[in-house]
């Protein structure tokens, strides 16, 4: 167990809606990174959080948006899902000390329908 | 630009036999290199990091900075090493954000 949580474990809605995935960082660990899997993407980087604050931005759409909060959890925020939104979301988190270092969480899986 | 290339979509061995999983990377400075294992559609641990150079498992990699790659070894295979393998690379940016290759699943066979 990374000590990393999401919920939920899994997610099932239809097209043209919109979802929040939650994530909680390891106790102390400052950074929030959001990462999609996908059959025929892979593993891409979406987006980062230091301590409440964007830090850099992957191939995150515009559709999609998350925010980070005072006590550290994350939220990855996707509207208007379409079919394609379908993957693996994950969440890791890493501390300052050793910001190379990613603990990633056990994910959450979207199904769009 | 970054980037990080597995060519092997998929290593079959037996067990016993030795692994060796290749990665490739693209990078203009010094990379932070790491490899990651996911079991089953889990989430993914942190196997290795090359900085480390530790041996994690019976697996180990070393940095080929003249040939640019980063290969996963391991003398002997076991079928509980059967999972997926993703090298990545971080360090270009202050953000630490991990770059992924494509993945190589490592099939042990009895």
């Known amino acids: 167990d990374s000590g990393v949580t999401q919920t939920p474990k899994h997610l099932i809605t239809a097209t043209g809606q919109r979802v929040t995935l939650r994530c909680s960082p390891r106790s102390g660990d400052l950074s929030v990174y959001w990462y999609q899997q996908s059959l025929d993407q892979g593993l891409q980087f979406l987006i980062q959080?230091?301590?409440?604050?964007?830090?850099a931005k992957g191939n995150i759409l515009e559709r999609f948006s998350a925010q980070q909060f005072p006590d550290l959890h994350s939220e990855l925020n996707l509207s208007s899902l379409e079919l394609g939104d379908s993957a693996l979301y994950f969440c890791?988190?890493?501390?300052?000390?050793?910001?190379?270092?990613?603990?990633f969480g056990p994910g959450t899986r979207l199904t769009v329908t | 630009a970054q980037r990080v290339t597995q060519p092997e979509k998929l290593l079959s061995v037996f067990k016993g036999a030795p692994v060796e999983l290749k990665c490739n990377y693209s990078y203009s400075g010094s990379p932070e290199l790491f490899w990651y294992v996911q079991y089953s559609r889990q989430r993914l641990q942190l196997l290795l990091r090359?900085?480390s150079r530790e041996s994690i498992k019976g697996f180990t990699a070393d940095l080929n900075k003249g040939e640019t790659s980063f290969h996963l070894k391991k003398p002997f295979a076991q079928e509980e090493d059967s999972a997926m393998y993703y090298c990545?690379?971080?360090?270009?940016?202050?953000?630490?954000?991990?770059?992924f290759g494509s993945g190589t699943r490592l099939l042990v066979r009895p």
């Open positions: 890791a988190s890493s501390e300052g000390r050793d910001p190379y270092e990613q603990y």
């Open positions: 090359h900085i």
């Open positions: 959080y230091y301590n409440g604050e964007e830090r």
């Open positions: 990545a690379l971080s360090g270009e940016d202050s953000s630490y954000k991990l770059i």
